[in-house]
Structure formats: C-alpha cells, structure tokens
C-alpha cells in the first residue's frame, strides 16, 4: 500500500527570470572580454571569457532542462524528464573542469615568455565583467539554495567575479610595473578557482545519479520517527533518494500491529506517516509498504 504526494514543478523552473538574465548579462560580457582580450593580448581575460562562456552554455542547458523537466510523466519515464536537470548540471560541471585545465595549459606555456599587454584596456574590460558578475551574483542569490542548477551558476558567477577582480589586480601591477607575467599568475589562478568548483558540481551530480541520501536527511532520524506513528512496529527496507533539485523520494517497509491490519485502518497509518513525513522532513513523494509483524520472514532479501 502507498501514499504519495507529488511536487508541483522543479525548483530550476521556478527560477527561469533568474537565469534569463544571467545568461543575456553573462553573454553580453563574454562578447566585451573576448575583443579585449584579443585586442589586447591578455590571456587572463581570455581565460575570463572563456569561463563565463562555458557559464552562459551551462546556464541555456540549465533553461532547457528545466523545460523538459516539467513535461508530465509517461508510461515509459514514470518520472518525466525531470532528471534532464541533472544532467545538465553535469554537462555544465565537465565543462567547468576541461576549461580548467585549458587555461592552466596555456598559462604555463606563456610563463617563459609572456606577450606584452595593453593594461589600460584590459583594466577597464575587467572592471566591466567585474560589475555584471555582481549584478549576476545578486539575481541569483535568492534561488542558490533551492536549485542544484542555480547553485551551480551562482557558484560559477562568484568564481567569475573573483577572476574579474584577478584580472583588475593583473592589469593594475601591469600598468604600474610593466611586469608582464601578472596576466599568466592572474589566468592560472583563474584556472585554480574552477576546479574546486567543477569538483563540488560533479560530486553533487554523482550522488544524485546513484541514487544517495539526499544530503541533510538523517535516516535514523526518520526511521525513529516512522516508529513513533501509532500502530508503527518497525520499519525496514528503508530509502531516500533525489530524482531532482527540489524534489526528494522515500519508500520503506512499514511493520505495524495486528489490531491496525484485523480493524482495517491502514489508511489511517499512510496517512499519519505522510503527515509525519511532510512536516518533519518536507518529503513530499513517499511509498509505503504495510506488512503485519509475521511477514518480514516471508520476503526475499532485504536491507535494514
């Protein structure tokens, strides 16, 4: 027997507003930084454009995803295609990372022998990236939390604003000491602060794709909180799971007294444990399995 409740939406769709603006404030810059840079022969800036180019593409695919993800559910996808966010959060998570190591490459290469720089122009295209990331940051500081996407792009966005504050650094020593190798420390360090980031996105992604706790949920937690329901023995076989952000699962087998299963009140069981669930814990989306207290032997294998 089951109870269920469904969530209405993923929260990277609520946030679409959000992520449209980004993505126009984010390519408007990437155009700016991209000339600059080309103009002005800053491999920082270059490396700037490039990581906030691999941001506006993770951003679109998050806008995509979002999409899919709200189209209803079918007999062949029981979920819908609400995962598509997730793995557009991958995508954007392996492009951070390849970036990553182009840009280290690069700077590494130029170390022996940096290019001169136009520091005037290359101070005043970092200054302007460094005011779009910021107003980028602040768009999407209200969804962060909600969203594994908006959480990526906000973390990418803070990344942008401290290598847009790189970039202005290297352009002041430059333009005051002419010591040309600040834009290769400033894109290597650019190159540093991706990885981390891409690291922490993908670790995400991966414990959602298999399917781990979701991060915050004590399992003991709900378990004794399941064994406090009226009627409630024990419970096993008990699983908690994301299928996308915003979005949490459990099921679990729920041992209850005879007199619940002879009085014909299970429904008032699932619907104590739904409660309980939803209150304590915000899971909207629970399955259960009622049993009487004979027939756990009866099952094949099973987890605690």
């Given at each position: 027997m089951s109870g269920h409740a469904h969530a209405h939406g993923t929260a990277t769709g609520q946030h679409r507003g959000r992520l449209l603006l980004v993505l126009a404030l984010t390519l408007g810059v990437?155009?700016?930084?991209?000339?600059?840079?080309?103009?002005?022969?800053?491999l920082a800036l270059l490396a700037d454009a490039g990581h906030m180019l691999t941001d506006a593409t993770g951003v679109a695919v998050a806008l995509v995803a979002s999409t899919l993800a709200a189209r209803p559910a079918t007999k062949a996808r029981t979920y819908g295609l609400q995962r598509a966010e997730i793995l557009a959060a991958l995508a954007n998570g392996l492009l951070l990372a390849g970036l990553a190591v182009w840009v280290i490459v690069q700077a590494v290469g130029r170390w022996e022998d940096p290019p001169e720089v136009a520091s005037g122009l290359m101070l005043v295209v970092a200054?302007?990236?460094?005011?779009?990331?910021?107003?980028?940051?602040?768009?999407?500081?209200?969804?962060?939390?909600?969203?594994?996407?908006?959480?990526?792009?906000?973390?990418e966005v803070l990344g942008d604003l401290v290598g847009s504050v790189a970039v202005v650094v290297a352009g002041v020593v430059i333009a005051t000491t002419g010591y040309a190798r600040a834009d290769v420390i400033a894109s290597f360090a650019i190159g540093l602060l991706i990885l981390p980031r891409a690291w922490s996105l993908l670790r995400e992604v991966v414990d959602v794709l298999l399917e781990a706790t979701p991060r915050g949920l004590d399992l003991d937690e709900v378990r004794d909180h399941i064994r406090e329901v009226p009627g409630v023995l024990d419970v096993h076989d008990l699983h908690a799971w994301t299928i996308t952000s915003g979005a949490t699962a459990l099921s679990a087998h729920v041992v209850v007294d005879?007199?619940?299963?002879d009085r014909r009140r299970p429904g008032d069981v699932l619907d104590a444990l739904d409660a309980c669930l939803?209150?304590?814990?915000?899971?909207?989306?629970?399955?259960?399995?009622?049993?009487?207290?004979?027939?756990?032997?009866?099952?094949?294998?099973?987890?605690?």
């Open positions: 990437v155009g700016v930084q991209v000339v600059g840079g080309l103009v002005s022969g800053s200054v302007v990236g460094a005011a779009a990331n910021l107003v980028s940051l602040l768009v999407l500081r209200g969804g962060q939390r909600e969203s594994l996407n908006l959480r990526g792009a906000y973390l005879d007199a619940c299963i939803q209150t304590h814990f915000a899971m909207e989306h629970c399955t259960f399995q009622l049993e009487p207290a004979g027939h756990r032997p009866h099952e094949g294998a099973h987890h605690d």
